[in-house]
């Protein structure tokens, strides 16, 4: 059983460029969410997808969006990028029942200059 | 809104000391509650957790009580080792549908020979 992955582990940005930020769901697992987590804090909620549909989403700006594909597979992409955007983004996927334990990849660097 | 307060670090111990991270949380219903380890350069991995009041979730030695009336979940274990080094993260799900995961800062534990 594979676990969850993402990709690229690091990336570097310029202010108001544009980045895409992929995510492998464990297998089995059709929801999947994403989270941001600057440096030294906890991570903050940005957004869930199951079944290919938003399902939550916290209280992050519209520039971020994302895709769920039908394999369960994710996108989070992120328009005109800022400074406070770097941070490391994390996915994490579950099977989908209530209480469901999440499991997290390790994560995208992500730095924007 | 939900909230999860956890102890502030970083934590310095001896190796075979007695480990207490406290955990405190606001939330309307019945959260389950989670705790959360971060080793180096890595995602967050999930240490233990409990689904509703007096449950206590264990996992390599460590331990925490789900206590409603005290709203808290400190995380214990009775003797350290090195390779406990890491950030620790106390985290709550509301299970209202989305269990999305509300986040405190993070405990660094660091454990000297």
């Known amino acids: 059983e594979t676990g969850v992955t993402q990709s690229p582990t690091h990336l570097i940005k310029t202010r108001g460029q544009q980045v895409t930020l992929r995510c492998s769901s464990q297998?089995?697992?059709?929801?999947v969410s994403w989270y941001q987590q600057a440096l030294g804090q906890g991570p903050q909620f940005i957004f869930q997808?199951?079944?290919?549909?938003?399902?939550g989403r916290g209280n992050f700006p519209p520039r971020f969006s994302g895709l769920q594909f039908p394999n369960y597979s994710s996108e989070l992409n992120v328009n005109a990028l800022e400074l406070d955007d770097s941070a490391l983004y994390l996915c994490?996927?579950?099977?989908?029942?209530?209480?469901?334990?999440?499991?997290f990849g390790p994560g995208t660097r992500l730095t924007v200059l | 809104g939900d909230s999860v307060t956890q102890m502030e670090g970083p934590v310095t111990l001896s190796e075979e000391a007695f480990l207490t991270i406290n955990c405190t949380y606001t939330a309307t219903g019945y959260p389950s509650l989670f705790w959360y380890v971060q080793y180096p350069g890595e995602g967050l991995q999930l240490l233990l957790k409990a689904t509703k009041a007096d449950d206590k979730g264990s996992n390599k030695g460590f331990e925490a009580t789900y206590r409603k009336e005290t709203t808290s979940f400190h995380l214990e274990k009775g003797s350290v080792q090195v390779s406990d080094s890491a950030v620790y993260f106390c985290?709550?799900?509301?299970?209202?549908?989305?269990?999305?995961?509300?986040f405190g800062t993070g405990t660094r534990l660091t454990i000297i020979p």
């Open positions: 997808y199951y079944r290919e549909e938003e399902n």
């Open positions: 994490a996927s579950r099977a989908g029942g209530v209480s469901d334990t999440q499991y």
């Open positions: 985290a709550l799900s509301d299970n209202f549908g989305n269990e999305k995961l509300t």
């Open positions: 297998s089995g697992h059709n929801t």
